[in-house]
């Protein structure tokens, strides 16, 4: 056989993870759901419900609201105030596994500096004024500067002892190989911060001691699934935006690899070529700019239960992906005609969505 046909082969039997593509435009579905728009806000980023139905809504210029399902919104009093400029600010909002009882929350936003913003993580406890009280920064990236992609988000184990914090290569991914960067890594911190000893560089300290996994260049979801598995995806360069299953100590490929290409039109090594790095268990060309990420449980939509929902900027849409023996597959998309930045399931099992926009519509999603 020629040598390329041998090399292919042999790349083929590899154990990399399977890929599996979604070609090309998807045709629309029709929607299950009516939409009502309940409120509008400054460039709202993302959402948290509370236990009673109301809501936690970051601005990314700045400003942390309480709203209600009726769409009142009140200021809540000392929030971060953010470096915000083009894709960074005030970013994820997430509320602590014990929640109910502690009161406690979590923030990432983009600290300003003298040597440029840096993507920080804090802890704050939620008060009936409401304000934020007792903000304690947990954790900073050092070194800080970077032009945009910070991914920012945060995801708690279901056994509720481990913060995971998602961090973009801040569009600087020429310093992604150095372990001692923070950039284009998962971290794993205890809930107040601390290093976990059971990561896998748990004793080297620094950056390295809370890595978890590394390779990614701009995660804007992370959620864990009904079945404990926890998923990420992230946006890719001129196509190959990808969905992975998060595994420890794992290396995703970027900027190595990717299934898309550079914005040139210069080619990237496709997954294929490097099976000693994980491939993405989904991908997309021509991007869906995918943007925030919740698994689906509840009574209103019982043909959505365990599917994964997540929002599309560049493409306007609900997207839903469903799991067949653990393996993903886009089963619709639903145009909703604005950019989608997040996806959040509320208590009664209806589905909200931020619009991405100056005038950010909040909507939610209700079975026909």
Do not use: C
């Not at 579905?29 to 400054?42: D, G, I, M």
């Not at 990314?60 to 309480?66: D, M």
């Not at 995806?233 to 290396?251: F, Q, V």
């Not at 067949?324 to 909200?352: F, K, L, Q, S």
């Amino acid at each position: 056989m020629a040598l390329p046909l041998l090399l292919a082969l042999a790349l083929l039997a590899q154990p990399a993870q399977a890929q599996n593509r979604q070609i090309g435009e998807r045709p629309d579905a029709t929607p299950p759901f009516s939409v009502t728009e309940v409120a509008r806000l400054e460039s709202p980023w993302a959402m948290a419900f509370l236990p009673d139905g109301r809501m936690l809504v970051t601005q990314r210029p700045g400003g942390l609201f309480l709203v209600t399902q009726q769409g009142d919104l009140t200021e809540v009093a000392n929030a971060p105030e953010p470096h915000a400029q083009g894709q960074n600010g005030l970013l994820d909002v997430a509320l602590a596994p014990d929640f109910d009882t502690s009161g406690l929350l979590y923030l990432t936003y983009t600290a300003p500096g003298r040597n440029g913003n840096a993507l920080t993580l804090v802890r704050a406890r939620l008060t009936d004024a409401p304000a934020l009280e007792e903000v304690t920064e947990l954790w900073r990236q050092d070194p800080p500067g970077g032009g945009g992609h910070p991914g920012a988000q945060i995801a708690f184990d279901p056994s509720g002892e481990y913060l995971f914090l998602a961090v973009g290569d801040r569009t600087e991914h020429d310093r992604l190989p150095d372990p001692d960067d923070p950039r284009g890594k998962i971290l794993r911190l205890h809930l107040d911060g601390s290093v976990p000893a059971d990561n896998p560089m748990a004793g080297e300290g620094g950056v390295r001691a809370l890595t978890w996994t590394t390779g990614h260049r701009n995660p804007y979801g992370l959620a864990f699934a009904p079945d404990g598995r926890l998923w990420e995806h992230e946006m890719g360069p001129r196509g190959g935006d990808e969905m992975n299953l998060i595994e420890r100590g794992a290396n995703y490929g970027w900027p190595l690899v990717s299934n898309g290409r550079n914005y040139g039109g210069s080619d990237i090594p496709d997954h294929v070529t490097r099976p000693d790095l994980h491939a993405p268990a989904l991908w997309w060309t021509p991007v869906i700019a995918p943007a925030g990420l919740s698994f689906y449980s509840g009574a209103m939509f019982p043909e959505w239960e365990g599917a994964a929902l997540i929002g599309g900027l560049a493409s306007q849409a609900l997207v839903v992906v469903q799991f067949d023996n653990g393996v993903p597959n886009e089963t619709a998309r639903y145009y909703m005609e604005a950019r989608i930045r997040d996806v959040a399931v509320a208590p009664d099992g209806a589905v909200w969505l931020i619009e991405d926009d100056v005038d950010g519509r909040l909507m939610r999603l209700t079975a026909e």
